[in-house]
């Protein structure tokens, strides 16, 4: 995992939220941005239903899901009122920015040159104090992703890192098993 600032979004729209979201804004939460294009199979089949899984399963965790519909083919084919159609169709419930156009006729928007993205989809995850973690391009596999999920969110349970060792975090004793079942540890 890497560790510099996340560069800032830019978009021109928001889909699935009252206000646009900005990185100042999900500070103190972990951010899960799934970068994607409505018209990608890889997205479709695979990156969206993940984003929504993590999105349903992470719900009461300090953990925000955020899409980016980040367009750098097939421009005249996705436009807001498609992409509007597209998220209410696959039943896509959370915050979705539309990045922002390249600059001079670039085919590469903003936010995808900013990350350095190669293509669609790609994961992005950004911890709670900004900074840019972990970038894929490709279809990242759940069981890793849930791990590096819980990490930076018991990191973000931690507080801070300050270049001082933090505590790890307390591990209960283990819970008694049988073939019945497992009873809970006493505290």
């Not at 941005?33 to 009461?60: D, S």
């Not at 696959?90 to 936010?111: A, M």
């Amino acid at each position: 995992m890497t560790s510099r600032l996340a560069p800032a979004w830019r978009t021109t729209a928001w889909l699935n939220t009252p206000e646009p979201l900005t990185l100042e804004r999900l500070r103190g939460k972990v951010i899960l941005l799934h970068a994607f294009q409505m018209l990608c199979p890889g997205c479709v089949a695979r990156g969206i239903p993940q984003a929504q899984r993590v999105a349903e399963l992470f719900a009461g965790a300090p953990l925000a899901v955020v899409g980016l519909h980040t367009v750098f083919e097939h421009h005249e084919a996705m436009k807001l009122e498609s992409l509007r159609a597209f998220l209410h169709e696959y039943r896509v419930k959370f915050p979705v920015g539309v990045d922002e156009p390249g600059e001079g006729g670039d085919p590469i928007p903003r936010t995808m040159s900013a990350y350095a993205m190669r293509g669609t989809p790609t994961t992005v995850l950004i911890d709670a104090q900004g900074r840019l973690r972990r970038q894929l391009f490709g279809v990242h596999d759940d069981l890793l992703l849930g791990a590096e999920l819980q990490t930076l969110l018991l990191e973000a349970q931690a507080g801070p890192v300050s270049g001082v060792h933090q505590p790890a975090p307390q591990v209960l004793p283990a819970a008694a098993c049988d073939d019945s079942g497992c009873a809970a540890p006493s505290r």
